[in-house]
């Protein structure tokens, strides 16, 4: 007996084992962000203002993973001071109790720092942070933006605006700390608020993934152990 066509059959098999859901479904994708007009937006976030800012929603249904979310901003300069300084904020998704409007977990995604460029005017430019982490359908997430130098005074000081769609989610609004010099800690531990009117422009991406196919190392260890039943069976014969 030769050991190769059992091989084949094990590395077959198990083929057919990862694909038993049928071809992977396309990503889902929650987005406000055709309804933007361009230049509808909401302020002050950032230096001597508020520290936080983001946007609540409900994960959609048949999603187990958030590849990615995306916000519009712009960075206009306040004050007359010749040396403004540029706001640099983080990005975090986090669980969130929609009904009691307060974070329910440690951070699931938290972004390299970024520095918005200073402009003379409302110049909007998108941001999208990839991450690749789990979450349940139907639950409730907060992404979020939290500048790390907010404790800037005019006329030091500049201030993001992001950009605000023309349309709201069923389940979802911008979401903001009241209290304008919240630091992390507080920000993660505070009741947030939110004022009547549109969401933020912005898109998230999901996805949907088995949870039971054999990891490539898994399928590497079979495809050995097969090998090494092959070849036992064949020095007997």
Do not use: C
């Amino acid at each position: 007996m030769k050991p190769i066509p059992l091989i084949a059959s094990l590395i077959l098999g198990l083929s057919a084992l990862s694909h038993a859901g049928g071809a992977a479904a396309a990503p889902i994708v929650l987005s406000t962000l055709p309804s933007w007009n361009g230049t509808d937006s909401i302020g002050e976030f950032g230096a001597a203002g508020f520290s936080a800012w983001g946007q609540f929603f409900r994960a959609p249904t048949g999603v187990n993973r958030m590849l990615d979310f995306t916000f519009v901003l712009s960075d206009a300069i306040q004050g007359s001071d010749a040396t403004p300084v540029p706001v640099t904020f983080q990005a975090y998704l986090v669980p969130y109790d929609i009904a009691a409007r307060r974070i329910t977990g440690p951070a699931l995604y938290t972004s390299a720092p970024v520095t918005v460029p200073l402009t003379d005017g409302l110049q909007f430019v998108p941001y999208t942070f990839d991450m690749d982490v789990e979450v349940a359908a139907a639950s409730g997430y907060l992404m979020f933006l939290f500048a790390n130098n907010y404790e800037l005074r005019i006329p030091l000081d500049s201030r993001l605006r992001l950009a605000t769609a023309g349309e709201s989610l069923p389940v979802g609004a911008y979401n903001f700390v009241l209290d304008a010099d919240a630091s992390l800690d507080r920000v993660l531990a505070a009741q947030w608020f939110s004022l009547a009117g549109p969401d933020l422009a912005f898109s998230a991406t999901f996805d949907n993934r088995p949870t039971d196919v054999p990891e490539p190392g898994t399928l590497a260890l079979l495809a050995g152990a097969g090998l090494a039943g092959g070849w036992m069976r064949r020095r007997r014969t």
